[in-house]
């Protein structure tokens, strides 16, 4: 079983920053299934990053995926204050385990 | 409107059943594999089970094996899961979500279940 580890657990940035997001898999996988999600309190999660680098529909162009094998990046390129929130990093049937991202 | 609406949560006993639906709207659900993911209470995501377009295959996370079983009624647009034996353990918000080129891309909006004495 394929562990996705995602640091930091927390990072603490302002409105118009970089935000950038990693994911570590114990063990190589395939770029096509890296996905990305978004979760804001008490919605369910929202899907972003498709593919490891694919936005998915509606996805604001700030915010792009990249990587391969075991080390992936979520980027959000200036946060925007409705950015702020928990992201999941998910490959098949494993989740990371999230990194808050909060207003500093 | 692509859609996806769960429902059948509550509170049940530890070693109780209960089952959840998810309806579906909006798309072609008998194209996709469908899926259960749960969220405990302040916790991470984790998947609970999926189910291929017509049911002929079927996966669990170890958790589960042998207590859940999830179904599909492509006439009904439906997703079901059946969860017998419950523990403390299994509360959390459940949702369906559908599989798209390996992704998750369409959530419902949840339902909760307790699992409590």
């Known amino acids: 079983e394929i562990v996705l580890t995602q640091s930091p657990g927390t990072l603490s940035l302002s409105p118009g920053e970089r935000a950038t997001l990693s994911c570590r898999a114990s063990?190589?996988?395939?770029?096509?299934?890296l996905a990305w999600y978004q979760q804001k309190p008490g919605q369910a999660p929202r899907l972003l990053i498709y593919?490891?680098?694919s936005r998915a529909t509606g996805i604001p162009d700030r915010f792009s995926g990249s990587g391969s094998g075991t080390d992936f990046t979520l980027t959000i390129s200036r946060l925007e204050p409705e950015d702020f929130a928990v992201y999941y990093c998910?490959?098949?049937?494993?989740f990371g385990q999230g990194t808050r991202l909060e207003i500093k | 409107e692509v859609q996806l609406v769960e429902s059948g949560g509550g509170l049940v006993q530890p070693g109780g059943s209960l089952r959840l639906s998810c309806a579906a709207s909006?798309?072609?659900?008998?194209?996709?594999?469908m899926n259960w993911v749960r969220q405990a209470p302040g916790k991470g995501l984790e998947w609970v089970a999926k189910?291929?377009?017509?049911?002929?295959?079927?996966y669990y996370v170890d958790s589960a094996k042998g207590r859940f079983t999830i179904s599909r009624d492509n006439a009904k647009n439906s997703l079901y899961l059946q969860m017998n034996s419950l523990r403390a353990e299994d509360t959390a918000v459940y949702y369906c979500?559908?599989?798209?080129?390996?992704?998750?891309?369409?959530w419902g909006q949840g339902t909760m279940v307790t699992v409590s004495s």
């Open positions: 063990q190589s996988v395939s770029s096509s299934y």
């Open positions: 979500a559908s599989t798209s080129l390996y992704a998750f891309d369409i």
């Open positions: 998910q490959q098949y049937g494993s």
């Open positions: 189910i291929k377009q017509d049911g002929s295959e079927k």
């Open positions: 909006g798309f072609t659900f008998s194209s996709y594999w």
């Open positions: 593919g490891a680098s």
